[in-house]
């Protein structure tokens, strides 16, 4: 089955205004990602979607293929809609632009789960670290089943608890790697809005379940930190070093 990795790339982000372009420890944060995605699918396969020619002129620089979307995607899964009508796949995965840390066998454990099973969305998680607050609005929650499917994602720290007693003893937090098929990216964009629920929380894959999609979740390793806003560039860099032994 043919796969290929999507990673949406916008320019006019509301929270960060340039981001994917970013420098961490002089490199574009976008060819970072480009960087980790090819050594799971091949620089070949790597796609970045981008609205904007700053981007896409970065991104050709350095070798990488690009494809032009509106500048009007709601999300960063509504600019894949578009892209993959312009790219032929079985299996489109989205690698999320500001995941510079992200380990290239999780991408590969999504595209394992998705062959395994094609009828589900897939997408990662991970536990919060001790140095990670739960109550962080930057954090989406990941609530499943124990079997590992998705009930709920929210930006407050969830499972709640009445009794301290019953706390939960971690929590677990979205990471960023989903595999679609293009039927399901077309029935994501073809909803026309965001739901309301997607609309609150701000996680576009909420919407998902407007349709009854299920939502296989799969554990990723931990320590991924993505850049939400500015001050998370320092964290991220010093963790960038730790890796790569810089």
Known sequence: MKTV?????????????????VPLLG?????????????AVGKENVYIATEDSRISEVVEQAGYNFVMTSDKCLTGTDRLAEAAEQINADIYINVQGD?????????????????????????GYCWLSEDEEPTSVNIPKVITTEN?????????????????????????????????????LKMYQSFGRKSELEFSEDIEIL?????GKRI???????????????????????????????
């Not at 380990?103 to 589900?120: C, F, G, L, V, Y």
């Open 5 to 21: 990795v999507l990673i949406p790339a916008r320019y006019s982000s509301s929270r960060y205004p340039g981001k994917p372009l």
């Open 27 to 39: 490199k574009p944060m976008i060819i970072w990602v480009a960087e980790l995605a090819s050594e």
């Open 99 to 123: 995941e510079p840390l992200v380990n290239p066998s999780d991408i590969q454990k999504a595209i394992d789960a998705k062959i395994n099973d094609m009828s589900s969305i897939i997408n």
């Open 148 to 184: 590992d499917v998705l009930i709920y994602m929210s930006r407050c720290a969830l499972p709640g608890f009445k009794d301290p007693q019953n706390a939960p003893k971690g929590y677990k937090k979205q990471v960023c790697i989903y595999a679609f098929s293009a039927e399901e």
């Open 207 to 211: 919407r998902f379940l407007e349709f």
């Open 216 to 246: 296989q979740m799969y554990e990723t390793t931990p320590g991924s930190l993505a850049v939400d806003v500015p001050e998370d560039v320092a964290p991220v860099e010093k963790a960038l070093q730790a890796l790569h032994k810089l």
